[in-house]
């Protein structure tokens, strides 16, 4: 079945460094995809989304662009702050199953220390 | 607030007891999602409904049940619980079924079994 596979262990890094969020997938077809946010206490919000390949999304200083010929979708901020501190999840829904169900990546921490 | 509304935010019940979960979508939203996230399986689909119909059923177990209402709202029933079944449960919304559409999720109901 469908997958997503986001790189092991908590992410740390100081305001203003680069940040890097692996993303692959594995899926039949041609998935969309979307990396969602969860601060602490609260539910998960969209972060942004590319349906088809080269697409980029973007949104609130995060890019990433859908890849297909190395099925990944990897999520990148040049200059993160404090408030980026968050869980990020990477997801994919596949139209070949008629609905619009997510699978998720594992998630992860990200601690942005001032 | 997402205008996804959750209730009750926590639960704290014994082992073997049946608890409902209550979810109410986004204002003209049709499709209905409930997701369980907890630490080892991180989050997991488990039932899909459009417009109060069953359309989609992931990891969901026996012991759980939903429904969708005609007011749209749903619940998830989960029965003869176990330690096990603490986790944080997700209702998120979106309105139809097409691949473009991303979630608006609650900020979930966290269940711990005692």
């Known amino acids: 079945g469908d997958s997503v596979t986001q790189m092991e262990g908590p992410v740390t890094l100081s305001e203003e460094a680069f940040l890097t969020i692996n993303c692959t997938y594995t899926a039949t077809g041609y998935p969309s995809l979307f990396w969602y946010v969860q601060y602490p206490g609260e539910g998960l919000q969209l972060l942004l989304k590319a349906t088809k390949a080269d697409d980029k999304g973007s949104n609130k200083g995060f890019e990433a662009t859908y890849r297909k010929e190395t099925t990944s979708f990897h999520l990148e901020k040049g200059s993160v702050q404090v408030s980026d501190s968050a869980v990020y999840f990477c997801?994919?829904?596949?139209?070949?199953?008629?609905?619009?169900?997510?699978?998720f990546g594992k998630g992860n921490q990200v601690v942005v220390i001032p | 607030d997402s205008g996804v509304t959750q209730t009750p935010k926590h639960l704290i019940t014994a082992t073997g007891q049946r608890v409902t979960l209550r979810c109410s979508p986004r204002s003209g939203d049709l499709s209905v999602y409930w997701y369980q996230q907890s630490l080892d399986q991180g989050l997991q689909f488990l039932i899909q409904y459009y417009n109060g119909e069953e359309r989609a059923k992931g990891n969901i177990l026996e012991r759980f049940s939903a429904q969708q209402f005609p007011d749209l709202h749903s619940e998830l029933n989960l029965s003869s619980l176990e330690l096990g079944d603490s986790a944080l449960y997700f209702c998120?919304?979106?309105?139809?079924?097409?691949?473009?559409?991303?979630?608006?999720f609650g900020s979930g109901t966290r269940l711990t079994v005692v």
């Open positions: 997801a994919l829904s596949n139209p070949l199953y008629g609905n619009n169900r997510l699978a």
């Open positions: 998120a919304s979106s309105p139809g079924q097409g691949r473009a559409y991303g979630y608006t």
